[in-house]
């Protein structure tokens, strides 16, 4: 049994859903498909999950939000309209939009989860309608009745281990299940939905809890790239790569497919195919438990901003028994995670997300490092990026380091910071935003053409 889930783009139109269509009746395997929200028809368009946010927001407002409600309204009359689907499924998802935004809005997180979760809600209930319609049985299914059940924590949802014994259930319906991803309901029956794009984290616990053979992710790109194509034109796709391959690059900036979703997908042992709906024959990109390495050292190079760095210094810092924690415990003060920690022997960096700072007077925090920990020096730097160079046969590879520092000399980068992951699948390196692009162009370069 395979379980498949399509992204928003592959759904955003009745030619699209006539290709999902034509995908699951051909292979007789893909018994339960998850789907997002209607995303974007083209580039400017507006997703039908932000839409609903906008709406949500006007309703606890109080504002006037009859305009957006229509065009969400219109955006699933167009498509069933488009497949000549009968008036009832829109009759249908009409009453439960109302019903969603003129629930009660005492509690606003929970009154906005529901809003957010019913766009893929009445999207799965569409596309069951649909594949019906056709001729092809199919059965909408509520993560409530299936015992999908989650933490209750708002737009960060994690699912509850003894959803997966209950989940093995859905393997005995003899019709495809059509299941709504992005949510699932807490212990107390509330919907909770995962992080943004979380349709796929749906997709890889159902994968996980039917035991499935494969889990197919469909989007709109041929395979993951090795590099982000806007930086580089026509980068190559990767055919292969492991779970903390895809885990190190979506860190930093990979999004075809969610961190979060690798998680059940591992656990289970179950592969992962990236695939396009738009090109269903083309291979995509597998992510498996281990490959064979055939691909030199390197399979993607990701870079992301919006760094920053604190560097510290003091003489004898080696031998001062829990300097490390008393620093990080300062952090923790301020309720603040930090991504990495090199270090030398008298002298450490800190690297957080500069969205960690957010609303935090930063003097303060370096204040207390200062006096608390006496160090010598102390230096913040701000608007830094990441570059992560991946690939599990790095291990085997003698040089790539220096392969890596001489392509960025030659180009005219200062590499601010390196350090390589212990698990050395990884290799990063931090430097002024401004230079991302050139030393993305010049690692790519080494390492791919
Ligand atoms: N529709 C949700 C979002 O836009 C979830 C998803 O598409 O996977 O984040």
Excluded: W
């Amino acid at each position: 049994m395979k379980v498949v889930k399509f992204g928003g783009s592959s759904l955003a139109t009745g030619k699209q859903l006539e290709k999902v269509l034509d995908i699951v009746q051909n292979d007789k395997k893909r018994r339960i498909v998850v789907v997002s929200a209607p995303g974007k028809r083209y580039d400017d368009d507006m997703k039908v999950t932000d839409l609903l946010i906008a709406c949500g927001e006007k309703m606890i407002a109080d504002e006037d939000a009859v305009e957006t409600i229509n065009i969400i309204l219109e955006r699933y009359a167009n498509i069933a309209k488009e497949l000549d689907l009968s008036n009832e499924i829109i009759t249908t998802i009409k009453k439960d939009l109302l019903e969603v935004l003129h629930a009660d809005k005492s509690d606003v997180p929970s009154y906005m989860e529901a809003v957010k979760a019913c766009g893929e809600d009445n999207n799965a209930k569409l596309v069951a309608h649909f594949f019906n319609q056709r001729g092809v049985k199919a059965q909408y299914i509520n993560p409530k009745d299936a015992g999908l059940i989650v933490s209750d924590d708002p737009g960060n949802a994690q699912v509850l281990p003894e959803s997966y014994d209950r989940l093995y259930a859905l393997r005995e319906y003899d019709s495809i299940i059509v299941f709504p991803g992005f949510f699932g309901y807490s212990e107390k029956g509330n919907v909770v939905t995962f992080s943004r794009s979380g349709s796929d984290i749906t997709g890889a616990i159902l994968a996980n809890g039917v035991k499935a053979e494969l889990y197919e992710n469909f989007t709109d790109v041929d395979a993951v790239f090795s590099v982000n194509p806007t930086i580089v034109s026509n980068p190559k796709g990767i055919k292969e790569l492991t779970y903390r391959e895809m885990r190190e690059l979506s860190y930093a900036g990979f999004s075809v497919f969610h961190a979060e979703a690798l998680i059940p997908a591992y656990r289970a042992g179950i592969p992962v195919n990236v695939k396009n709906t738009n090109n269903p024959t083309v291979p995509g990109t597998r992510i498996v438990a281990t490959r064979n390495n055939t691909n030199g050292p390197v399979v993607g190079i990701a870079n992301d901003k919006g760094f920053c760095s604190i560097y510290i210094s003091k003489y004898l810092m080696n031998r001062e028994v829990g300097f490390g924690r008393r620093i990080l415990s300062i952090l923790e003060d301020f309720h603040i995670s930090y991504e990495h920690m090199p270090s030398g022997i008298d002298d450490l960096t800190i690297i957080l997300r500069q969205s960690q700072l957010a609303g935090k007077n930063e003097d303060e925090i370096i204040q207390r490092i200062k006096e608390e920990l006496q160090v010598e020096q102390i230096v913040v730097e701000h608007n830094l990026a990441l570059i992560m160079v991946v690939g599990e046969g790095m291990r085997h590879n003698v040089g790539t380091t220096a392969r890596a520092a001489k392509a960025l000399a030659e180009t005219g980068v200062n590499i601010e910071m390196i350090n390589q992951g212990s698990s050395e699948v990884s290799m990063m390196f931090g430097v002024k935003e401004p230079m991302a692009k050139s030393a993305v162009k010049a690692l790519y370069k080494e390492f791919f053409e």
